[in-house]
Nanobody, 127 residues
């Protein structure tokens, strides 16, 4: 059974930083691309960043390019999202997800490419 668990959310002032972590188990972590998404009440889930299974390919939403960095440690079965220069508009529930397919050199930017999702971790950025 695949489990995906996010951590690291919290309250931070605008301009600050947070690092989210995501632990995945149940399948060979290093075989699957991973992604981060976010959602605020009343809005559609939004793509944030994705990384290929080896870490060599990444994708970012335009809104976070240059501020957020996605990375993974396959030895620890853990995905990360380093968020710098945070803005109030980054406030959301952040979800980690694992791709359904063991693809090479691909960082999926679409939510429907992912089968396994965590419960989310709340990030709140105050102005």
């Amino acid at each position: 059974q695949v489990q995906v668990v996010e951590s690291g959310g919290g309250l931070v002032q605008a301009g600050g930083s947070l690092r989210l972590s995501c632990a995945a188990s149940g399948r060979t972590f290093s075989s699957y691309p991973m992604g981060w998404f976010r959602q605020t009440p009343g809005k559609e889930r939004e793509f944030v960043a994705a990384i290929s299974r080896g870490g060599g390919s990444t994708n970012y939403a335009d809104s976070v390019k240059g501020r957020f960095t996605i990375s993974r440690d396959n030895a620890k079965n853990t995905l990360y999202l380093q968020m710098n220069s945070l803005k109030p508009g980054d406030t959301a529930l952040y979800y980690c997800a694992q791709d359904r397919t063991a693809r090479i050199a691909y960082a999926p930017p679409h939510g429907d490419e992912y089968d396994y999702w965590g419960q989310g971790t709340q990030v709140t950025v105050s102005s």
